[in-house]
T-cell receptor, first 114, second 112 residues
Framework: AQSVTQPDIHITVSEGASLELRCNYS??????LFWYVQSPGQGLQLLLKYFSGDTLVQGIKGFEAEFKRSQSSFNLRKPSVHWSDAAEYFCAVGGNFGNEKLTFGTGTRLTIIP | DADVTQTPRNRITKTGKRIMLECSQT?????MYWYRQDPGLGLQLIYY???????NKGEISDGYSVSRQAQAKFSLSLESAIPNQTALYFC???????????FGPGTRLTVL
């Protein structure tokens, strides 16, 4: 069965500092990987996704993620965070050409300090 | 207008009551999903539907039922609500063969 692990429950970074959120997945074939962001009181918004091709994917709001098959990882990065990035971030895995339902990680809550 | 809407946005009910949460979408997607979110547990899939005639149980379907009234509408029912069903509920849609899901704003349900 597929699974996603986000090992960091809560991360605090200073505004302007770089950010990396970790995501490890388990999937038997080529995965489809996603990062979603949930701002307080809001639904989930897609940040970026990886289906195939270039392993470094760019998303909205200046985020990027790198797929590393050898490490079963899909870590999210941003070079300089803004106060508005404070939110909860979810990694998800699917596959089978879109016919597999998504499995979500438990989320990482990001706090930004001035 | 939002592509995926959920009604109500907030609901407080009592144990034993029947309650329905509704989801509508204007994206034209065949696939729709209901999730439950609890703090520290992420999103858990309750039910999903790949088209109007296709309904499937997710990880935590006990105590819930669904109805797919049309391509654009997918309702979640709690026949007899209990306090541990207090949670945030999300509806989502997706296109076939992409897995990319689009979420509604959520319904916060409190069962007293």
């Amino acid at each position: 069965a597929q699974s996603v692990t986000q090992p960091d429950i809560h991360i605090t970074v200073s505004e302007g500092a770089s950010l990396e959120l970790r995501c490890n997945y388990s999937y038997g074939a080529t995965p489809y990987l996603f990062w979603y962001v949930q701002s307080p009181g809001q639904g989930l918004q897609l940040l970026l996704k990886y289906f195939s091709g270039d392993t470094l994917v760019q998303g909205i709001k200046g985020f990027e993620a790198e797929f590393k098959r050898s490490q079963s990882s899909f870590n999210l990065r941003k070079p300089s965070v803004h106060w508005s990035d404070a939110a909860e971030y979810f990694c998800a895995v699917g596959g089978n050409f879109g016919n597999e339902k998504l499995t979500f990680g438990t989320g990482t809550r990001l706090t930004i300090i001035p | 207008d939002a592509d995926v809407t959920q009604t109500p946005r907030n609901r407080i009910t009592k144990t034993g009551k029947r309650i329905m949460l509704e989801c509508s979408q204007t994206k034209g997607h065949d696939r729709m999903y209901w999730y439950r979110q609890d703090p520290g547990l992420g999103l858990q899939l309750i039910y999903y539907s790949f088209d109007v005639k296709d309904i499937n149980k997710g990880e935590i379907s006990d105590g819930y039922s669904v109805s797919r009234q049309a391509q654009a509408k997918f309702s979640l029912s709690l026949e007899s609500a209990i306090p541990n069903q207090t949670a945030l509920y999300f509806c989502a849609t997706s296109e076939e063969n992409t897995d990319t899901q689009y979420f509604g704003p959520g319904t916060r349900l409190t069962v007293l």
